[in-house]
């Protein structure tokens, strides 16, 4: 299907061309038109991606796009069973050679597998700030830690209270986990904002059951 989309789309632009050819319209005028058309729909992706609130939207991104490595994970958040997000988890981490990348995907798979010792070994690998602190602020919640659990180097605003999420989680205190849930979903936006949403409605059935 993106294969038609993006077939239909390069049709469309030569036969734009082609109009604005016979027009007579400068070379130099299409070519800036044509620039506006790509400047637009990176502009559109990146705000999806990054700052949209529009969960409507991002859901169709992420369906659209859900056989590439990044997206099929996020989709598996969705759509999927805990079984399948550990199985795209394991295939994702393989498909990237980068430390913080690959070992993050391995540390929420960890995560999901209820495996913390394989979450630390994990966690060891990820060098990437805020990404580094953030393994080990989530560990220390886990652990019960709570002086551990705080950092000012968690810049992403949604971070701090996803920890105070997990924590809650852990000591099975739903009315704080769904207070800091509440605030790390305000605080994200785009595809982040999409995944922890879903993240945090499992977590919530999780409370429920127990």
């Known amino acids: 299907m993106r294969i038609v989309k993006l077939t239909v789309f390069y049709l469309v632009i030569i036969a734009l061309a082609m109009a604005l050819s016979l027009a007579g319209v400068r070379m130099s005028v299409a070519l800036v038109f044509f620039a ?10 990146i705000h999806i991606l990054y700052r949209t609130n529009n969960m409507q939207q991002v859901d169709k991104f992420v369906r659209d796009r859900q056989k590439q490595p990044f997206f099929a994970h996020i989709y598996a958040i969705a759509y999927g069973t805990r079984a399948d997000q550990i199985s795209v988890l394991g295939e994702v981490a393989g ?3 980068q430390p913080t990348i690959k070992y993050n995907y391995l540390f929420n ?3 999901l597998e209820d495996n913390l010792e394989a979450a630390k070994e994990a966690a060891k690998h990820i060098v990437k700030e805020p990404f580094k602190t953030y393994s080990a602020c989530y560990i ?3 652990e019960g830690r709570t002086a551990n659990m705080h950092s000012d180097k968690l810049t992403q605003m949604w971070m701090q209270p996803a920890i105070e999420a997990a924590y809650a989680h ?3 205190d739903q009315r704080e986990f769904e207070r800091f849930a509440g605030y790390s979903i305000d605080a994200a936006r785009g595809v982040q904002k999409y995944a922890l949403i879903h993240t945090f409605e499992q977590m919530k059935t999780d409370i429920t059951k127990s």
Do not use: P, V
Request: proline share 0%; glycine share 0%; net charge positive.
């Open 36 to 45: 506006l058309i790509i400047a637009a729909m990176i502009y559109r992706h």
């Open 95 to 97: 498909k990237f050679k």
């Open 109 to 111: 798979k960890a995560l």
């Open 140 to 142: 220390a919640a886990l």
């Open 170 to 172: 852990q000591q099975k």
